[in-house]
């Protein structure tokens, strides 16, 4: 209907995760400092989206690579997600529940 407000990116569960983890890709956290002291998903890139240097930190990843998002519940992350379609980025996938819905999985 209105292809405008369609979304590129993708919403996945902790577990449709668990299984994409096996794949070729790369983590983003977008959480801020403090609340990496909870744990992080491993192998992650933190970059922090409420951080001024976000939109030039993310333009310096590959595109052609496919990127899972995640923060602590899934609404920055979907927020970053959005950021990263505008710069340019195809494949991108959002944790939803963030990590507190991995951390329920492991």
């Known amino acids: 209907m209105f292809s405008f407000f369609k979304k590129k990116y993708k919403t996945i569960t902790a577990a449709e995760f668990k299984i994409l983890k096996n794949k070729e890709l790369a983590v983003i956290d977008v959480r801020n400092k403090n609340e990496l002291l909870s744990g992080m998903i491993p192998n992650s890139i933190h970059i922090n989206l409420l951080n001024p240097s976000f939109k030039s930190e993310i333009k310096k990843l590959d595109q052609s690579k496919k990127y899972i998002v995640y ?12 950021i990263m379609e505008k710069l ?10 963030g990590i507190l819905a991995w951390n329920k999985l492991n």
């Open 88 to 97: 340019g980025f195809q494949d991108i996938y959002n944790l939803k529940g």
């Open 71 to 82: 923060c602590r519940s899934g609404i920055r992350s979907a927020r970053a997600c959005q």
